[in-house]
């Protein structure tokens, strides 16, 4: 049962144009939700992150949104950069502080 | 460097061989966690300690796989009678309680032929 989804495997952007990565999550337990970066070989690098009781976080470039209601969360990049190009892993944890993450999604930016 | 440390990076056995990987934490932290990921796919918990204490393993882990951290830092995953499926990179992160943000090595990957 795949608690956290993320539905589109790859996603393509134009360098300097914004990139909007998507997660949908099922479990209603969940209260704290957090973004990784991974590059091939390397292992995921932490992004930001995002708690329940919040609906926007904001660091630099990075943008995270969740909506509650609809158990879905989105990181925006803008603007977006060739050295953003890599798999993106969305995640959540409720309280024992196991993170449980999606299947990732793919970013391509393009020049 | 002060990052969580996995060895060996990378490990070819034979089926049937047994295996150990290690993780040494971050030092401050008190949370570390064993993840398993194959190609496509994410990070898939195994198993995690709170100190020495192991908190929950999750039942992708067969008989075959056990973890200890018997001091609280570092922590061992032994997989016992490998088998062509248990191919992935095995990650290793720390993190404090409280923090939920964990930190990753760099991972082992194991093949077995």
């Known amino acids: 049962d795949q608690q956290v989804k993320q539905n589109s495997p790859s996603l393509s952007v134009q360098e300097g144009r914004i990139s909007i990565l998507n997660c949908d999550y099922t479990?209603?337990?969940?209260?704290?939700f957090l973004w990784y970066k991974k590059y091939p070989a390397e292992g995921p690098t932490f992004l930001i992150s995002i708690s329940s009781i919040k609906d926007k976080n904001e660091d630099g470039r990075f943008t995270v949104f969740l909506n509650k209601s609809a158990k879905h969360l989105s990181l925006h990049i803008v603007p977006s950069q060739p050295g953003d190009s890599a798999v993106y892993f969305c995640?959540?944890?409720?309280?024992?502080?196991?993170?449980?993450f999606g299947k990732g999604t793919r970013l391509h930016i393009l020049p | 460097d002060t990052g969580v440390s996995q060895n060996p990076r990378h490990k070819i056995t034979k089926r049937g061989q047994n295996v150990t990987f290690r993780c040494d934490p971050i030092s401050e932290h008190n949370r570390l966690y064993w993840y398993r990921q194959t190609l496509g796919q994410g990070p898939e918990f195994l198993t995690y300690?709170?100190?020495?204490?192991?908190?929950?393993k999750s039942r992708l882990l067969s008989d075959r796989f056990s973890a200890e951290r018997p001091k609280g830092s570092f922590s061992t995953l032994e997989i016992q009678r490998t088998e062509q499926g248990d191919s992935a990179m095995y990650l290793c992160?720390?993190?404090?309680?409280?923090?939920?943000?964990?930190?990753f090595g760099q991972g082992t990957r194991l093949t077995v032929v």
């Open positions: 992160a720390s993190s404090q309680k409280g923090i939920t943000e964990a930190f």
């Open positions: 479990n209603s337990m969940f209260d704290y």
């Open positions: 995640a959540a944890s409720g309280g024992d502080d196991k993170i449980i």
């Open positions: 300690f709170q100190n020495e204490a192991q908190l929950e």
